[in-house]
């Protein structure tokens, strides 16, 4: 799945949560939700999930708009 990273990351420092307290909030590594908010990575859809839970949305408002093909 695509994730809007730049996005997680406004939500993550407006919800005053830095990346490792976010990070463990979320179930994950440090490393690994930074690489997933720069772009470098794509998450699982179940990673996806608890991004979306830990920030209080749903996975369709901090994925990319779909382009139209």
Do not use: C, K, W
Not at 5 to 30: Q, V
Request: proline content about 9%.
């Amino acid at each position: 799945m695509q994730a809007d990273g730049p996005l997680i990351r406004r939500l993550r420092e407006r919800g005053g949560y830095g990346l490792r307290r976010f990070a463990a909030t979320a179930d994950l590594s440090p490393a690994h939700l930074s690489r997933i908010e720069r772009g470098l990575r794509n998450p699982t859809p179940e990673v996806l999930a608890r991004i979306a839970a830990a920030l209080g949305r749903e996975i369709a408002e901090i994925e990319p708009p779909r382009q139209e093909t």
